[in-house]
């Protein structure tokens, strides 16, 4: 069994930066596609990001030029960078391995002044 561990939510200001980690226990995770997904309340939760093992990174319109996702497959680790937040970004995020039943248990973030 894969898990995952998220790290770096909180309480962030309109306009300010937040940058999550989500640390995988699996040695093969470098073959895994690794996505962000949020889940604000009463709302569907929704890809944020997605980064496929050779790197190449896709976002969902709102987060573009806002958000950043990488990885580190040395230290099984995929991160999101997220800048210029606004209130709209709080919910709570989750790290996903594509086409697998891995999920993480979620780390809030919540934008407001």
């Known amino acids: 069994q894969v898990q995952l561990v998220e790290s770096g939510g909180g309480l962030v200001q309109p306009g300010g930066s937040l940058r999550l980690s989500c640390a995988a226990s699996?040695?093969?995770?470098?073959?895994?596609?690794m996505e962000w997904y949020r889940q604000a309340p009463g709302k569907q939760r929704a890809l944020v990001a997605r980064?496929?093992?050779?790197?190449?990174?896709s976002y969902t319109d709102s987060v573009k030029g806002r958000f950043t996702i990488s990885r580190d497959n040395a230290k099984r680790t995929v991160a999101l960078q997220m800048n210029s937040l606004k209130p709209e970004d709080t919910a709570v995020y989750y790290c996903?391995?594509?086409?697998?039943?891995?999920w993480g248990q979620g780390t809030q973030v919540t934008v407001s002044s």
């Open positions: 699996t040695t093969i995770f470098s073959d895994y596609t």
């Open positions: 996903h391995a594509r086409y697998t039943n891995y």
């Open positions: 980064v496929t093992s050779g790197g190449t990174t």
